[in-house]
């Protein structure tokens, strides 16, 4: 059974920063693509940041390129995302995504607010 747990979310005052981590079992952690998203309240889903199966292989949304890294550790199998220079509106919750060639997978979430 595929499980993804992250963590680290909290309350960051604006430009301050955050790691989260999503750790997860149940599959071949190596072979699967690894996403974040967000969803703010009142808004749909959004995708954040992606990493390949080759971890150099990193996507993300305009929104936060210069500000978030996401990268893996096969090793731990898990997921980070390091967001740095928070702003108000990166204030959602955000979710974990594992997809593998017969799953497609989410966490439960984790809250972030970033307010003064």
């Known amino acids: 059974q595929v499980q993804l747990v992250e963590s680290g979310g909290g309350l960051v005052q604006p430009g301050g920063s955050l790691r989260l981590s999503c750790t997860t079992s149940g599959f071949t952690f190596s072979t699967a693509a690894m996403s974040w998203y967000r969803q703010a309240p009142g808004k749909e889903r959004e995708f954040v940041a992606a990493v390949g199966r080759i971890a150099d292989n990193t996507n993300y949304a305009d929104s936060v390129k210069g500000r978030f890294t996401i990268f893996r550790d096969n090793a731990k199998n898990t997921v980070y995302l390091q967001m740095n220079s928070l702003k108000s509106e990166d204030t959602a919750v955000y979710y974990c995504?594992?997809?593998?060639?017969?799953?497609?997978?989410w966490g439960q979430g984790t809250q972030v607010t970033v307010s003064s």
């Open positions: 995504n594992a997809f593998g060639g017969d799953f497609n997978s």
